[in-house]
T-cell receptor, first 114, second 113 residues
Framework: GQQVMQIPQYQHVQEGEDFTTYCNSSTTLSNIQWYKQRPGGHPVFLIQLVKSGEVKKQKRLTFQFGEAKKNSSLHITATQTTDVGTYFCAGLDAGGTSYGKLTFGQGTILTVHP | DTAVSQTPKYLVTQMGNDKSIKCEQNLGHDTMYWYKQDSKKFLKIMFSYNNKELIINETVPNRFSPKSPDKAHLNLHINSLELGDSAVYFC????????????FGDGTRLSIL
């Protein structure tokens, strides 16, 4: 079955440093979604990428979707303590139906030291 | 106005008991889900319903039985609880399956004694 691998599992940074998490799927994806889960909270949708090579920005966050639609990345510039949390990617297998399951990556737990 | 609400927030119970978790969404979405998040934060889908019809049924023990009385509600009943069932269970909803953003409830933290 489809697998979505996300690295690194943990990332500790000093406030002001940059952070990147990477997501790789074993199959071609219809879309990739990114979620953030604060400690003790629930996953919150950040963004969806659909097109090959797509790049989207949200303030200090930059999201990319690979040309082959099998990988994606989230880059945070100049991290702040409010960026702390677990970042998940989730993708829908292009070979399945639109009501197929979103497969989540294992998540990257980000800690930011002030 | 909570979009996806699930109750209870915490559930502490003994092994062997039966318990239910309820979920309601007021977003008008067609698709609802149950996810299990273990201690390592891994999010695993359990079930998905679209307009009250079961769409996804992952490899979940048949002690877990979902029920969707209407498209705004999806409940989860668990029989004969085991230690390994301890986790956070999230309900979520989306407009059109996997192509739309998912909105998660606050989670139910289930602890088995």
């Amino acid at each position: 079955g489809q697998q979505v691998m996300q690295i690194p599992q943990y990332q500790h940074v000093q406030e002001g440093e940059d952070f990147t998490t990477y997501c790789n799927s074993s199959t071609t994806l219809s879309n990739i979604q990114w979620y953030k889960q604060r400690p003790g909270g629930h996953p919150v949708f950040l963004i969806q990428l659909v097109k090959s090579g797509e790049v989207k920005k949200q303030k200090r966050l930059t999201f990319q979707f690979g040309e082959a639609k099998k990988n994606s990345s989230l880059h945070i510039t100049a991290t702040q303590t409010t960026d702390v949390g677990t970042y998940f990617c989730a993708g829908l297998d292009a070979g399945g139906t639109s009501y197929g399951k979103l497969t989540f990556g294992q998540g990257t737990i980000l800690t930011v030291h002030p | 106005d909570t979009a996806v609400s699930q109750t209870p927030k915490y559930l502490v119970t003994q092994m062997g008991n039966d318990k239910s978790i309820k979920c309601e969404q007021n977003l008008g979405h067609d698709t609802m889900y149950w996810y299990k998040q273990d201690s390592k934060k891994f999010l695993k889908i359990m079930f998905s319903y679209n307009n009250k019809e079961l769409i996804i049924n992952e490899t979940v023990p048949n002690r877990f039985s979902p029920k969707s009385p209407d498209k705004a509600h999806l409940n989860l009943h668990i029989n004969s609880l085991e230690l390994g069932d301890s986790a956070v269970y999230f309900c979520a909803s989306s407009q059109t399956g996997g192509l739309a953003p998912q909105h998660f409830g606050d989670g139910t933290r289930l602890s088995i004694l």
